[in-house]
């Protein structure tokens, strides 16, 4: 089983990008990013409701951090480091399979930029250098293309379909899971 150790958080650089902890700075820039509308289409979510909301989020990232079962980094311009322009990170950590889960957003108008490639390709490195990780899971709405596209530019490949197995807005999703192993040393 690993050990695994989140604390103190690594900030990661890419050519374009920091990623760097989530502050109560960044509650608005998160807001905003939570309730976008184009945000929210794949997501499967319901959009947050205020500032306290997301400052609760912040909260629970921290607190995830804190107990080792999950990292979420604000990605922002190398440029304009404070701006959040959206979140990547590892959740859902099972230590003793060696696996986690990726989670994503961007905001729109970064969007077709190759940016979250950019960061997401960074937070697999990470899993697997730092945290050992042997496989990283995405798990995505199945009509997201987007997300899909840039999970199998990663190397991901898909390895299940799960037929409305998940309930939301009053009706039944399907989901899509894409993984990704280490790579062989």
Same mark, same amino acid.
């Given at each position: 089983? @690993?050990?695994?150790?989140?604390? #103190?958080?690594?900030? /990661?650089?890419?050519?374009? /990008? ?5 502050? #109560? ?9 939570? &309730?976008?509308?184009?945000?929210? &289409?794949? /997501? ?24 080792? &079962? *999950?990292?979420?980094? !604000? ?11 959206? &979140?990547? +990170? /590892? ?8 696996? +986690?889960?990726? *989670?994503?957003?961007?905001? #729109?108008?970064?969007? *077709? !930029?190759? @940016? ?21 899971? +995405? ?15 990663? *190397? ?13 807005? +009053?009706?039944? @999703?399907? %989901?899509?899971?894409? %993984?990704?192993? !280490? #790579?062989?040393?």
């Amino acid at each position: 089983m @690993l050990d695994l150790q989140l604390l #103190p958080l690594a900030e /990661l650089r890419t050519p374009r /990008l920091v990623l760097r902890r989530i502050t #109560p700075a960044d509650a608005p820039a998160l807001f905003a990013l939570r &309730t976008d509308a184009q945000v929210l &289409t794949y /997501l499967d979510r319901e959009p947050e409701n205020s500032l306290a909301d997301i400052e609760a989020l912040i909260g629970r990232i921290d607190e995830n951090l804190a107990s080792n &079962t *999950g990292v979420n980094w !604000a990605v922002a311009r190398a440029e304009d480091e404070a701006q959040l322009i959206g &979140t990547c +990170g /590892l959740w859902r950590l099972i230590p003793e399979h060696h696996r +986690g889960e990726i *989670g994503y957003m961007l905001s #729109p108008a970064a969007w *077709g !930029a190759g @940016l979250m490639a950019e960061a997401a390709a960074a937070v697999c490195r990470y899993g697997f250098e730092q945290l050992k990780l042997h496989s990283i899971e +995405g798990n995505v709405n199945p009509h997201n293309a987007a997300s899909i596209r840039l999970l199998e530019q990663l *190397g991901f490949v898909r390895e299940a379909y799960f037929r409305e197995n998940y309930y939301c807005r +009053g009706q039944f @999703l399907d %989901s899509a899971i894409y %993984s990704l192993l !280490a #790579p062989r040393q």
